[in-house]
């Protein structure tokens, strides 16, 4: 797993609906506006942890990238 997406505040939000460990395929994705910045992908084959807007506020994680590797 690798660095936290926190909220500057309350406005975050995602472009879809998003539950949990989705793979998105391709870096620099939009998924997400944290108050007015795009929230992007980090790089191919990113899979989404925890993602929730439920207890969104300014310095709470809102969602978390993980990379998908074979085992």
Do not use: H
């Not at 998003?18 to 944290?34: H, P, Q, S």
């Not at 899979?47 to 207890?55: H, I, N, Y």
Request: one cysteine or more; charged letters at 25%; aromatic letters at 8%.
């Amino acid at each position: 797993m690798t660095g936290p997406v926190v909220a500057r505040s309350e406005k975050f939000r995602f472009t879809e609906p998003f539950t949990g460990l989705e793979c998105i395929a391709k870096a620099g994705t939009v998924i997400g506006d944290n108050d007015g910045e795009p929230v992007t992908t980090p790089y191919d084959d990113c899979v989404l942890v925890m993602p929730s807007v439920r207890q969104a506020r300014a310095g709470v994680t809102v969602v978390r990238f993980a990379r998908r590797r074979l085992l």
